[in-house]
Structures are given as structure tokens and as C-alpha cells.
């Protein structure tokens, strides 16, 4: 069991290929995607028309539901929709090496793992970047905290959005938390998160996923923040950071409150 | 998944046609549509290109349309370059001597290759487009008579105007 895991991480590791994103493949499961969306989630993504026509840009957002990830499948779908499967957009997120569906699967559809240099490869070629900076600290928080922005102390995707000099698009998802009842981590510092889902029940560690319930997704993309212009020539990392996550606070706490029952939205 | 709506607009073919072969007009008459912008230099004729985004479900949907077919007071139609498989066509016939016009609107959209999945989207999506496309008809015929009532009051006027003035 070991072995393939390894290969799998060492895979995950390695730089992205981009060329591994599949625009026919993605546009002959958009149906299937917004199936999902539309009727399994009741998806509502709004804010697309804030994002430029043309050009990168670096979508940063909170991350909920483990590592099932579905605000990243309604989110990734409705980006398609919008701007065609002919816009790349790559989503970095740690699901990819060891959840179902199989990795192969999820690379087609331009998610890649967060590695280092990974979103420096696709801004480069003029793509565009999702990044969920909480990653599964965040995604796995307990249920009772959905209304929490939690970016972690990292700043390389403030770094790598002056590097690159492309803006900044907050994206603020909310009902993620309610597709399983997460209860937190198993001791303290520990990675290993428990929570109760489908099918197993008892979930712990999230190795395998879960099969998600039927949670109203609301998604909504920000204004595009061109950090130099708002911050200054040369901003400080942490503050720009703290900044951000304190607007998509406000927004996601609207959010939630604007949400009247549990999985029904 | 093809769809179609009809009506009949107490306006002659070329007060229909004012509206609906203005590309900056669509968005005044078009339900659901939450996009319809001109790509490249071409506004109206065979040849020009739109981005257009109609909202189903979760998300914006579309792509962008290519004009194929242009007939003044006739025929409009369109086909996706991009994005959702798609044609249309605004059908315009003149009836009671163009004093009336019947306007049939056709929508065909799907995805090839797409399989079972690409069908269960489009028999879900159907429901909402159909009411879009009567929503559509029903706002231009709203339209249009309004700006024929208020041409014809106009020229009411203008000729009390002329016998006061002899």
C-alpha cells in the first residue's frame, strides 16, 4: 500500500504539466459538472463579471467541505461556463494525489497539487490560478466554524501575485462545511481530522473522501485587487495577507447570515 | 434539445425588426440573458460575433455566436463558435397586410460528445429556457407595440398640429 502512495505523492510533487489540462475533456463534462452544480448543490456563483476578459489572475479563496472539495467543482465549472474551457484556469489543492475520483481524472481538469513554483508555471503562461492558502486545516475546521476565514500565516501567494504582478480575486464559498459533520482534528497539531460522513460514517483522516450531502453552495468572486496599486510599490505580505482575509471575512460573515437552515441554504 | 416560442406583435415586420437586429438592443428585450456583447469590429450582419451569457442553474452559460443568416425584416440567425453548442433564429413574417408580424423564436443547445450526462443537462435545463424564450417574445411584443403606440400618437399629434396651424 505504501508503494503506490509514494508514487502517487512523488507524482503530485513534481512540477505541474500543463499541458495535462484537457479543454475537451472539461467541456465534454460540463454538462455533468453543472448537473452537479445546479441540481445536487443548488450551486449559486456569483461575481464572475468582476474578472478581467483577458489575462491571469490569481483567485484566492477559503476552502470548505475536506477534501471532497465540491466548492472547487462548482466553482471550476462556473468559470468554465463563463469564460469557455479554452481559459485555463488551474486549482491548486492537496486532493489531488490521494482522492477519489482518480488523480489522472482531476489533472485533466487542470487541478494540479500545490507545489512549489506550481502557480509561477501556470501565471507564466498566462492562466489562471485558484489557490485555497487555508488548504486542509481549513477545509477540515469543524462545522461550527464555517463562518471562519482561516488563510493560515502563509503569504507565498502574496508573493507570487507581485512576482507576477497579476491581480488578486478574493472568492468567498460558503456551505461547504455542511456537506459532513466535521469535528475537528484528532488531538492537537494532529493532521488527522474526524468527522461524520458518508459512507463511512466515522471519517477519520478524510483518505478516501466523502460522498458529500446535498448542501447549498454559495460562491461569490470579489473585485480583483491589483495589490501595488492598492498597497503600495513594495506592501508587506503579512498586512496585505491579514488585509484580504479580514474582506473576505466580511463578506463570507454576510453570507452566513443571509443563510437560514443547514444543508437546505 | 431544441425549443421554440411564438407570438404575434401588432407592429409590421420593420418596427420588429428595429429591435431585434439591434445588437445593443438585445439586452432590453432578452429574458435571462446577463451578457451580450459585440467581439471584433462587425455589429450586424452574417459574420458578426457576440458574447453571450444566459444565467442556468448554478452559473452563467454561453459562449460566443456567430451571425449566419441576416435578412432585414426576415431572418436572423446565429451559431456557437464557442462554449454551449447552440443555434438560433428569429423567424419575422408579416400578417394582415403588415399591419401584424408572426415572430418564432427557435433555440437548439447541447454539447457533443457529452453522452447520458449531456443529456440529463439539457432535459434539466429545458424548463428555464423555455420560460426565457417566452419571457423574450413577451417583452419584445410589450416593446415593440409601446413604441408603435406611442409612433402613431405621435403622429396624431403632429397632424392636429398641421389642421390647427391651416
Known amino acids: 500500500m505504501i508503494g503506490p502512495l509514494r508514487h502517487l505523492r512523488s507524482q503530485a510533487d513534481a512540477a ?17 459538472l453543472w448537473l452537479l452544480s445546479s441540481v445536487y448543490f443548488r450551486g449559486d456563483v456569483r461575481g464572475l463579471g468582476n474578472i478581467p476578459d483577458t ?3 490569481l483567485l484566492v479563496g477559503n476552502h470548505s467541505g475536506g477534501r471532497t472539495t465540491p466548492d472547487t467543482t462548482v466553482l471550476v465549472s462556473a468559470f468554465s461556463t463563463y469564460f469557455g ?5 488551474f486549482a491548486l489543492t492537496r486532493t489531488a494525489p490521494l482522492s477519489w475520483p482518480p488523480p489522472g481524472w482531476l489533472r485533466r481538469f487542470g487541478i494540479v497539487a500545490p507545489t512549489p513554483g506550481a502557480a509561477d508555471v ?17 477545509g477540515q475546521r469543524p462545522s461550527w466554524e464555517a463562518g471562519r476565514i482561516d488563510l493560515g500565516k502563509d503569504t507565498t501567494w502574496v508573493e507570487t501575485a507581485l512576482r507576477h504582478n497579476v491581480p488578486v480575486a478574493p472568492v468567498v464559498a460558503t456551505g461547504g462545511q455542511e456537506t459532513a459533520l466535521f469535528l475537528g482534528r484528532l488531538g492537537r497539531g494532529s493532521g488527522v481530522s474526524v468527522s461524520l460522513a458518508l459512507p463511512w460514517v466515522i471519517n477519520v483522516g478524510e483518505l ?19 495589490l501595488r496599486e492598492r498597497y503600495g510599490a513594495d506592501p508587506n505580505p503579512a498586512e496585505v495577507r491579514d488585509d ?3 474582506q473576505m471575512q466580511r463578506t463570507l460573515t454576510q453570507m452566513q447570515r443571509a443563510r437560514r437552515l443547514p444543508v437546505l441554504g | 434539445m431544441r425549443l421554440r416560442a411564438e407570438v404575434t406583435i401588432d407592429a409590421p415586420p420593420a418596427a420588429v425588426w428595429a429591435l431585434v437586429g439591434d445588437p445593443r438592443g438585445q439586452l432590453r428585450f432578452w429574458s435571462g440573458l446577463t451578457r451580450y456583447e459585440p467581439v471584433g469590429r462587425r455589429l450586424t450582419g452574417v459574420g458578426a460575433r457576440y458574447r453571450v451569457l444566459m444565467r442556468l442553474g448554478s452559473a452563467d452559460v454561453g459562449g460566443l455566436i456567430e451571425l ?7 431572418e436572423l440567425a446565429w451559431t456557437s463558435v464557442s462554449g454551449v453548442d447552440m443555434r438560433g433564429r428569429f423567424r419575422l413574417r408579416g400578417r394582415d397586410d403588415d399591419r401584424r408580424t408572426h415572430v418564432e423564436l427557435r433555440l437548439a443547445y447541447g454539447i457533443a460528445g457529452a453522452g447520458l450526462t449531456g443529456w440529463l443537462a439539457e432535459q434539466a435545463a429545458a424548463p428555464t429556457v423555455r420560460h426565457y424564450l417566452r419571457g423574450t417574445l413577451t417583452e419584445l411584443a410589450r416593446q415593440v407595440e409601446h413604441e408603435q403606440a406611442r409612433a402613431e400618437a405621435e403622429t396624431r399629434r403632429a397632424r392636429l398640429r398641421a389642421r390647427r396651424v391651416s
Open chain 1, 208 to 226: 478516501a473522501g466523502h460522498v458529500p450531502l446535498p448542501a447549498k453552495l454559495t460562491i461569490e468572486v470579489l473585485h480583483p485587487i491589483d
Open chain 2, 68 to 74: 449566419v443568416e441576416w435578412q432585414p425584416r426576415a
Open chain 1, 244 to 246: 484580504i482575509a479580514a
Open chain 1, 16 to 32: 505541474p504539466d500543463l499541458d495535462e489540462r484537457d479543454p475537451d475533456f472539461i467541456r465534454e463534462r460540463l454538462p455533468g
Open chain 1, 122 to 138: 501556470a501565471l507564466r503562461a498566462g492562466a489562471s490560478v485558484l489557490t485555497y492558502p487555508g488548504g486542509d486545516r481549513e
Open chain 1, 85 to 89: 474551457v479554452e481559459r485555463p484556469l
Open chain 1, 55 to 57: 489575462g491571469p489572475v
